[in-house]
């Protein structure tokens, strides 16, 4: 099994920038690609950004692309997204994400393991 927990949400304005963390524990060497989601009410999860564990290759959305950065730590097992020149409409729950895969997936059904969400609230 592997445990994630995320933490840095909250409440920032338009234009702010917030970084979140997401540590993971437990069987981590079984992690190969971690991703980060966000879910607004009403609306379905959608992919923000990921990383390959070992390499550090990374993939965005478009709508984050230039703005976010995701980076990973492998010896405090956490991955970090930087989140640059925040948008209201950007409001959501944000998830990390980790599969046994060797390539990042846009698709969460793919993920086998979550965080339980931080709350990024961005005002206008």
């Known amino acids: 099994q592997v445990q994630l927990v995320e933490s840095g949400g909250g409440l920032v304005q338009a234009g702010g920038s917030l970084r979140l963390s997401c540590a993971a524990s437990g069987r981590t060497f079984s992690i190969y690609a971690m991703g980060w989601f966000r879910q607004a009410p009403g609306k379905e999860r959608e992919f923000v950004a990921g990383?390959?564990?070992?390499?550090?290759?990374?993939y965005y959305s478009d709508s984050v692309k230039g703005r976010f950065t995701i980076s990973r730590d492998n010896a405090k097992n956490t991955v970090y997204l930087q989140m640059n020149s925040l948008k209201p409409e950007e409001t959501a729950v944000y998830y990390c994400?980790?599969?046994?895969?060797?390539?990042?997936?846009?698709?969460?059904?793919?993920?086998?393991?979550w965080g339980q969400g931080t709350q990024v609230t961005v005002s206008s």
């Open positions: 990383i390959i564990w070992s390499g550090g290759n990374t």
């Open positions: 994400a980790a599969e046994r895969a060797v390539v990042v997936h846009k698709n969460p059904a793919t993920y086998d393991y």
